[in-house]
């Protein structure tokens, strides 16, 4: 029996580095026609207050012809993820016009839909950030074992190393300069011990 080669495709290493460059890209465009967006419609859109919007305002937005197509499926592409979003999709919320106009409700349908989609979010966040009981790396004040007859020993050579001018003061009591020092001196110390 001959042996075959098993041929992988070589994916270039910089081609991830390439996608997170074009959605960086990406996000900035849809994050400047936010922005336009915002300035121009301000009693429609709010990044810090949501309102539901009404179905196909895009297409009223497209009418007025301050903005091109591109540049509204841009904007509209991010507002309508943003989280603040999703979660004003209550039920019985009350959509809203290009005017300021109540157009509609929100259904059930729309509502579960969206507390799903707030549930995934969520979720995804909860994966990207380190967990809050982990400790991040070793402690920097971690005491290191040692034998049971030397603890009384290094503890009172310890304290009679360090100088009383070595103690900090008070923070009400000591300025910068004087802390400084402080810190310093009770490194030396520590260092030479």
């Given at each position: 029996?001959?042996?075959?080669?098993?041929?992988?495709?070589?994916?270039?290493?910089?081609?991830?580095?390439?996608?997170?460059?074009?959605?960086?890209?990406?996000?900035?465009?849809?994050?400047?026609?936010?922005?336009e967006l915002c300035l121009l419609y301000p009693e429609v859109f709010d990044g810090a207050k949501p309102k539901p919007l009404q179905i196909g305002i895009h297409e009223a937005i497209a009418t007025d012809g301050k903005l091109s197509k591109t540049r509204i499926r841009r904007a509209l592409n991010l507002y309508v993820r943003m989280r603040s979003y999703v979660a004003a999709l209550t039920e019985n919320a009350e959509r809203i016009t290009l005017g300021g106009a109540v157009t509609g409700k929100v259904s059930a349908e729309e509502a579960s839909h969206a507390l799903e989609k707030l549930t995934e979010i969520d979720r995804k966040r909860a994966l990207k950030r380190p967990a809050a009981g982990k400790p991040k790396g070793p402690r920097k004040n971690a005491r290191k074992p040692t034998p049971s007859g030397d603890r009384s020993q290094k503890t009172a050579n310890t304290k009679s190393a360090i100088e009383p001018s070595a103690v900090a003061k008070p923070v009400e009591q000591a300025d910068s300069g004087e802390r400084m020092q402080n810190k310093l001196a009770a490194l030396v110390n520590k260092r030479s011990n």
């Open positions: 029996m001959s042996e075959q080669q098993i041929i992988t495709p070589e994916v270039p290493e910089n081609s991830q580095q390439k996608q997170e460059a074009k959605r960086k890209k990406e996000y900035e465009a849809n994050r400047k026609a936010l922005d």
